[in-house]
């Protein structure tokens, strides 16, 4: 019996709120193009990155059939391509579809371990190294020396978590050093283990 004859497919244009904080979403999203950020506001109003979707991941409700409140806003960075289950289809799938419930648990298991980073990197690192810390994460998605397209300022501040003026300040110092480049609509890495070295 085929999966897909369970899902709907819908697509949100870039800046779109899927999800707003409080929400109580009754269906299942599995991304299948695209990126979806859940986002925080803090106590002044500065956005923060909780977690981001990526194409094979899962949000909405994963593990209830009765829905929990939204804990961040649910947004689309670009245009989004998303499968939706209805959630008891999509908990009947997972208990009888080896492949959906493996899937899930990977993805539980990469967002946990991301989480964990972003709590261990907020203690432990100054605002600039966590800058860096992101480059490096975000080239890492991709070819490891590029990021395509190059990150706006303002969205690097939110995953580093860190004001858009510092993201500037350390954006310069790198590209004055030479670690990077920026090409058009590419920022370049030009020498990736000077940069790990100033992840501090």
Known sequence: MSIGRYAIERHFPEHTTI???GDRAEVTYLVIA???HALIYGAQGQLALLREYLPGDFFGAIANSTPDPEEADVVAVEDVRTAVFLI???LGLAETHACVGLALSKMLLKQLRATSMRI???????AIG???AELLRMARLGDGDSIRPAPVLASLAVRAHTTR?????????LERRGIITRQADVLMIVAPHRLEELVV
Not at 165 to 173: D, F, G, L, Y
């Open 130 to 132: 966590r800058v860096h």
């Open 165 to 173: 003026e510092t993201v500037s300040r350390a954006i310069n110092a």
């Open 19 to 21: 999800l707003k904080q």
């Open 120 to 126: 261990s990197e907020r203690s432990t690192l100054s």
């Open 88 to 90: 008891l289809d999509f």
């Open 34 to 36: 695209g990126r979806v």
